[in-house]
């Protein structure tokens, strides 16, 4: 019922910059926890950044001062926009939104949009 879908992806030079976006539809709000992660052959996926519906955001050491991850509520859309991007920032880039519910007994939802590949030359 939630679908999420990336797109911007693409090569970019060393040095350069990209902007991600991350659409999500379906049964959705926009209390939703979302973020990115990425994943380079070879690799586990890993965190790239988190961002609260009010704007609270966390980000993997690797990424911070570099990478600024936002959101748009009223499109239930999240962005990342990576500045200064290096050799190693080449990965399959996922967005995600995560819903938690505490009561009446925990429940946790995760949703996985199907990635978009990012390329840095050098």
């Known amino acids: 019922q939630v679908q999420l879908v990336e797109s911007g992806g693409g090569l970019v030079q060393a040095g350069g910059s990209l902007r991600l976006s991350c659409a999500a539809s379906?049964?959705?709000?926009?209390?939703?926890?979302m973020g990115w992660y990425r994943q380079a052959p070879g690799e586990q996926r890993e965190l790239v950044a988190t961002?609260?519906?009010?704007?609270?955001?966390n980000y993997a050491d690797s990424v911070k001062g570099r990478f600024t991850i936002s959101r748009d509520n009223a499109k239930i859309t999240v962005y990342l926009q990576m500045n200064s991007v290096k050799s190693e920032d080449t990965a399959v880039y996922y967005c995600?939104?995560?819903?938690?519910?505490?009561?009446?007994?925990?429940?946790?939802?995760?949703?996985w949009g199907q990635g978009t590949q990012v390329t840095v030359s050098s």
């Open positions: 995600n939104a995560v819903r938690k519910i505490e009561s009446p007994v925990p429940v946790t939802y995760t949703y």
């Open positions: 961002i609260t519906s009010g704007g609270v955001a």
């Open positions: 379906g049964s959705i709000f926009s209390s939703y926890v």
